[in-house]
């Protein structure tokens, strides 16, 4: 198992310019985060996903936009990259685990990518 | 709202030394978790433990241990006869439990820099 990819691991941008950062799972895990990380500031969640089709806001989430068009797959664009979004963003997932109630609720750790460093000039 | 703080912002020991950690927590929620994980200069992140709310017990797994306290809100980490290869950032994170996933909320991190 290669467990979380991230895919590009280093990118520069101009402002102004788009991308699409590719994260990847091969767990079969239903959760799946987007984070950023900022001296000083530690990771701050960006979206998340609880399935596929499903995604949710999460801490910092303006001027990024995310898609799960696949279970395994979590996207995270920018439209319109900023200066402000210079950053290392890590793709994070978690698996889900059956109750004895029969309810379904996340596990509480997160499996994390190794990250991609992003320049906006 | 949820929250975690690492005061110390950055650490220098020398090697062999023991170095504690802090992070204090804040949270409304009866159950949580509460992890530690380090980022070497690699940059990927490594995870260190995790603890539950209703476990107060502490942890030992070789040079390092975790000391949870819940009646100061606090999850402090001890690194003993610490060595060169501990230089890295720690992180103390808490996860906020919801059927929406476990987001978690993460301290700003403590740079450790243990010279030889």
């Known amino acids: 198992n290669a467990g979380v990819t991230q895919t590009p691991k280093f990118r520069v941008l101009k402002t102004g310019q788009s991308m699409t950062l590719l994260c990847a799972q091969d767990m079969n895990h239903e959760y799946m985060y987007w984070y950023r990380q900022d001296p000083g500031m530690g990771l701050r969640l960006i979206h998340y996903?609880?399935?596929?089709?499903?995604?949710a806001k999460g801490e910092v989430p303006d001027g990024y936009n995310v898609s799960r068009l696949k279970k395994q797959n979590f996207l995270l664009g920018l439209e319109s990259a900023a200066p402000s979004q210079t950053s290392v963003y890590f793709c994070?997932?978690?698996?889900?685990?059956?109750?004895?109630?029969?309810?379904?609720?996340?596990?509480?750790?997160?499996?994390f990518g190794p990250g991609t460093r992003l320049t906006v000039l | 709202a949820q929250k975690v703080t690492q005061a110390q912002t950055e650490i220098s020991v020398v090697e062999k030394e023991d170095v504690t950690l802090d992070c204090v927590y804040e949270?409304?929620?009866?159950?949580?978790?509460l992890f530690w994980y380090k980022q070497p200069p690699s940059g990927e992140l490594v995870f260190l433990i995790r603890r539950n709310s209703f476990d107060e017990q502490n942890e030992i797994s070789g040079r390092y241990s975790w000391n949870f306290q819940k009646s100061t809100s606090s999850f402090n980490f001890t690194i003993t006869a610490s060595q060169v290869v501990d230089s890295a950032v720690y992180f103390c994170?808490?996860?906020?439990?919801?059927?929406?996933?476990?987001?978690?909320?993460f301290g700003a991190g403590t740079i450790l820099r243990v010279k030889s």
């Open positions: 994070a997932s978690s698996y889900s685990i059956l109750e004895t109630s029969g309810r379904s609720k996340p596990y509480n750790e997160q499996f």
């Open positions: 994170a808490l996860s906020e439990a919801s059927e929406y996933g476990n987001k978690l909320v």
């Open positions: 996903s609880v399935g596929e089709g499903t995604t």
């Open positions: 949270t409304r929620d009866t159950t949580y978790y």
